[in-house]
């Protein structure tokens, strides 16, 4: 009894359940089972925090769509967050410094013709940014180096291929310019954005609704969950699926699966009694899970975010107002519960924020941004350290912006392991340049392209140069006469009323 008055009530969550839901054989079959529930992790007290108002997006509507997507993608220059908007779909991008109230007349990314569903920005570029849309479509945008000061209608390519809405685009982890998207039509297609084709559709292997879709961490498989209750891993080159388990949570509610850096698979998903669960599966043997853990019996979809760096994986139900984090280790039960952020209010949708977005001298190893219903909310995750120095131990090397290989080089069949940097004297962003889409001309669409007169290569540079000027010039007096066309109507409207 002196034992058992020494355990918190968190740490009975550190227990295995087992799946015939016996605890007292897992309890007291195991007479070391005390000693090891305690357990020494440098993650044992990180704690979050939301920041102060003034800090926060105010003002802002989000997306009422139903789509379990997280509706916020962070990056270390941006927030981009899906928004309500009349006759189409569209998000917004703010500058990470544009906090407090935004303005109702904030320039909105919006050339989707129907609700955005799916936001993702690009890892080798901070720059750009991809969306999947019910209107059926996938389109990549280059948003300007300060951020938007006219609205942004014409995406740098569109990207057409599915039959239906298209709920989820990601990009590869190391491979430049390659993007996947999956849609409502049971289709996932992987894209060259560099040339606008697809390159790779991976049809008749989902027989419904694809509820989520990850890349391992080189980018050489990926792994989904559909509605069959299946997880899949897949590899896409081959076309083939290279495991696959049926039935990994028994509930009819939506599941998530992503990969870990060592190459386990981690589900989140609903029991047959709709208790939630999350689950860790080995793909090379998918017969039995790796652990099986039940947390409650909300209905909120978890969505997993995971750190590869300190193997933290946080759940943001949706509809929750918490954040439960947990550390995968290779020792039982293998999925650890740390501790849970709790707050007041529920969470429409999350943002997390790459590694090298932190501030590793306050010891921050995980930042959120918080959908509530009008406005998005960062939260820090802190380790309590004393020091102010660097604290190598929270922070290895992590995925750069660099990318490993270009797009031809995986669509031949190399891989590339992510290329890792030092966040030791903070990460300092590099230009990114801009993206170009040279789209191969189709031979069905008509007649050849004639040649081009000889010119020498300094001279076609400098056309080139001259033709992005102009069109660049062009872009911009096209979206100051929209601005000016709105301004003209709203001053008309207001013109209307007073002569009333």
Same mark, same amino acid.
């Given at each position: 009894?002196?034992?058992?008055?020494?355990?918190?009530?968190?740490?009975?969550?550190?227990?295995?359940?087992?799946?015939?839901?016996?605890?007292?054989?897992?309890?007291?079959?195991?007479?070391?089972?005390?000693?090891?529930?305690?357990?020494?992790?440098?993650?044992?007290?990180?704690?979050?925090?939301?920041?102060?108002?003034? &800090?926060?997006?105010?003002?802002?509507?989000?997306?009422?769509?139903?789509?379990?997507?997280?509706?916020?993608?962070?990056?270390? *220059?941006?927030?981009?967050?899906?928004?309500?908007?009349?006759?189409?779909?569209?998000?917004?991008?703010?500058?990470?410094?544009?906090?407090?109230?935004?303005?109702?007349?904030?320039?909105?990314?919006?050339?989707?013709?129907?609700?955005?569903?799916?936001?993702?920005?690009?890892?080798?570029?901070?720059?750009?940014?991809?969306?999947?849309?019910?209107?059926?479509? =996938?389109?990549?945008?280059?948003? #300007?180096?300060?951020?938007?000061?006219?609205? @942004?209608?014409?995406?740098?390519?569109?990207?057409?291929?599915?039959?239906?809405?298209?709920?989820?685009?990601?990009?590869?982890?190391?491979?430049?310019?390659?993007?996947?998207?999956?849609?409502?039509?049971?289709?996932?297609?992987?894209?060259?954005?560099?040339?606008?084709?697809?390159?790779?559709? !991976?049809?008749?292997?989902?027989?419904?609704?694809?509820?989520?879709?990850?890349?391992?961490?080189?980018?050489? @498989?990926?792994?989904?969950?559909?509605?069959?209750?299946?997880?899949? =891993?897949?590899? #896409?080159?081959?076309? *083939?699926?290279?495991?696959?388990?049926?039935?990994?949570?028994?509930?009819?509610?939506?599941?998530?699966?992503?990969?870990?850096?060592?190459?386990?698979?981690?589900?989140?998903?609903?029991?047959?009694?709709?208790?939630?669960?999350?689950?860790?599966?080995?793909?090379?043997?998918?017969?039995?899970?790796?652990?099986?853990?039940?947390?409650?019996?909300?209905?909120?979809?978890?969505?997993?975010?995971?750190?590869?760096?300190?193997?933290?994986?946080?759940?943001?139900?949706?509809?929750?107002?918490?954040?439960?984090?947990?550390?995968?280790?290779?020792?039982?039960?293998? =999925?650890?519960?740390?501790?849970?952020?709790?707050?007041?209010?529920? &969470?429409?949708?999350?943002?997390?924020?790459?590694?090298?977005?932190?501030?590793?001298?306050?010891?921050?190893?995980?930042?959120?941004?918080?959908?509530?219903?009008?406005?998005?909310?960062?939260?820090?995750?802190?380790?309590?350290?004393?020091?102010?120095?660097? &604290?190598?131990? @929270?922070?290895?090397?992590?995925?750069?912006?660099?990318?490993?290989?270009?797009?031809?080089?995986?669509?031949?069949? *190399?891989?590339?392991?992510?290329?890792?940097?030092?966040?030791?004297?903070?990460?300092?962003?590099?230009?990114?340049?801009?993206?170009?889409?040279?789209?191969?001309?189709?031979?069905?669409?008509?007649?050849?392209?004639?040649?081009?007169?000889?010119?020498?290569?300094?001279?076609?540079?400098?056309?080139?140069? *001259?033709?992005?000027?102009?069109?660049?010039?062009?872009?911009?007096?096209?979206? !100051?006469?929209?601005?000016?066309?709105?301004?003209?109507?709203?001053?008309?409207? &207001?013109?209307?009323?007073?002569?009333?």
């Amino acid at each position: 009894s002196s034992s058992c008055s020494s355990v918190s009530s968190s740490d009975w969550s550190l227990l295995p359940v087992r799946r015939d839901g016996n605890l007292s054989s897992v309890l007291f079959g195991n007479p070391n089972m005390f000693r090891r529930v305690v357990r020494a992790s440098k993650f044992r007290h990180v704690f979050g925090q939301a920041l102060k108002n003034d &800090q926060c997006y105010d003002d802002i509507r989000v997306s009422r769509v139903t789509w379990d997507s997280s509706f916020c993608a962070v990056n270390p *220059k941006f927030v981009a967050i899906i928004i309500e908007a009349s006759g189409g779909g569209a998000f917004l991008v703010l500058p990470l410094l544009k906090t407090g109230r935004i303005d109702k007349a904030y320039p909105t990314v919006c050339g989707h013709t129907g609700p955005v569903l799916d936001i993702d920005w690009c890892p080798h570029n901070d720059h750009v940014i991809a969306s999947g849309s019910e209107d059926c479509t =996938v389109m990549v945008w280059q948003i #300007p180096e300060n951020g938007l000061v006219t609205p @942004l209608a014409e995406p740098v390519v569109v990207l057409e291929g599915h039959s239906k809405r298209v709920g989820i685009v990601t990009w590869h982890p190391t491979a430049r310019n390659v993007l996947m998207s999956a849609g409502c039509d049971n289709l996932i297609i992987i894209w060259n954005v560099g040339t606008g084709e697809a390159m790779i559709q !991976l049809e008749d292997m989902h027989p419904d609704v694809i509820f989520s879709a990850c890349w391992s961490r080189n980018g050489a @498989l990926i792994c989904t969950a559909c509605k069959d209750k299946n997880i899949r =891993v897949i590899d #896409p080159r081959k076309e *083939k699926i290279v495991a696959e388990k049926d039935k990994a949570h028994d509930g009819a509610r939506p599941m998530r699966a992503i990969f870990l850096a060592d190459g386990n698979v981690f589900t989140t998903g609903f029991s047959r009694m709709s208790e939630r669960q999350l689950a860790l599966w080995n793909p090379k043997s998918m017969e039995e899970p790796i652990s099986v853990h039940e947390l409650d019996t909300s209905n909120g979809v978890l969505l997993p975010f995971y750190d590869a760096d300190t193997s933290v994986v946080y759940l943001c139900g949706k509809g929750d107002s918490s954040i439960r984090y947990f550390e995968i280790t290779d020792e039982a039960p293998f =999925v650890h519960y740390l501790n849970t952020f709790s707050s007041k209010e529920p &969470q429409r949708g999350m943002g997390y924020m790459p590694k090298r977005g932190l501030d590793v001298n306050k010891c921050e190893i995980a930042r959120f941004y918080k959908l509530h219903e009008r406005k998005c909310e960062p939260i820090i995750m802190t380790v309590p350290r004393k020091s102010d120095l660097f &604290q190598d131990d @929270l922070y290895p090397d992590t995925a750069g912006p660099d990318c490993a290989i270009e797009a031809e080089d995986w669509f031949d069949g *190399k891989n590339g392991e992510p290329i890792l940097i030092s966040l030791k004297n903070g990460y300092v962003p590099g230009k990114n340049r801009d993206l170009k889409v040279v789209k191969k001309s189709n031979v069905l669409e008509g007649k050849p392209a004639k040649k081009a007169a000889n010119t020498s290569p300094a001279e076609s540079k400098q056309n080139e140069g *001259k033709l992005e000027e102009l069109l660049r010039e062009v872009k911009s007096l096209r979206d !100051l006469v929209t601005l000016q066309d709105r301004r003209i109507a709203k001053l008309e409207d &207001q013109m209307s009323k007073v002569a009333i």
